[in-house]
C-alpha cells in the first residue's frame, strides 16, 4: 500500500491509517468533551486559543496531543485567574521556594480541581484520571468517552 500512484501520490500505509483515525478519535472526544463541561458550567477553551494571559479568567484548557507516543493524548488543564498568576510567579521570584502561602494555595486549588473535574468526567460517563508526571504536573488525562 505504500506505492505511488500515477500522480506519483504516495497511498497511506495501514500504520499511517490508524494513526489517523486516532487522530480523528481524540478530535471528536476532545469536542464532546469541550460540550460537556461547558454545559457543566466550566470555562473551556482549546489550547489553540490564546486568550490575553494577563486579563483571561482561568479556566480548564484541553490540549490535544497528536504525538503517537505514551505522553501523546486528550490533555485537560486547570489555569487560574491572572490575578493569582502573577502573584505565584512574584512569590517564587522574590522568595525562590515554594513553602509561600499563596503558592501552596495555588497547588491546593489545582490539585482539588483536577479532583473534581475527574468525577464530573466520570459521572457524564468518560474514562479520566489525574496525571502526576512532571511533564504535566495537574493534568488530567481522557482515554473515552461516553458509550
Known amino acids: 500500500m505504500d506505492e505511488e500512484n500515477e500522480y506519483g501520490q504516495r497511498s497511506p500505509g495501514a500504520d499511517e491509517i490508524d494513526r489517523l483515525r486516532e487522530i480523528d478519535r481524540l478530535r471528536q472526544l476532545a469536542t464532546a468533551v469541550k460540550a460537556d463541561l461547558s454545559r457543566s458550567g466550566l470555562v473551556v477553551r482549546d489550547a489553540g486559543e490564546e486568550p490575553d494571559r494577563q486579563t483571561a479568567p482561568g479556566g480548564l484548557e484541553i490540549d490535544l496531543d497528536q504525538v503517537d507516543d505514551e505522553l501523546g493524548g486528550l490533555w485537560l488543564t486547570w489555569e487560574l485567574h491572572p490575578a493569582v498568576r502573577q502573584s505565584v510567579r512574584e512569590a517564587v521570584l ?12 495555588s497547588i491546593d486549588v489545582h490539585e482539588r480541581t483536577a479532583e473534581a473535574i475527574v468525577c464530573m468526567l466520570n459521572a457524564l460517563g468518560y474514562e479520566a484520571g489525574r496525571n502526576d508526571a512532571s511533564h504535566r504536573p495537574f493534568a488530567i488525562r481522557v482515554l473515552t468517552g461516553p458509550c
Open 94 to 105: 522574590r522568595r525562590g521556594r515554594t513553602s509561600v502561602p499563596v503558592i501552596q494555595a
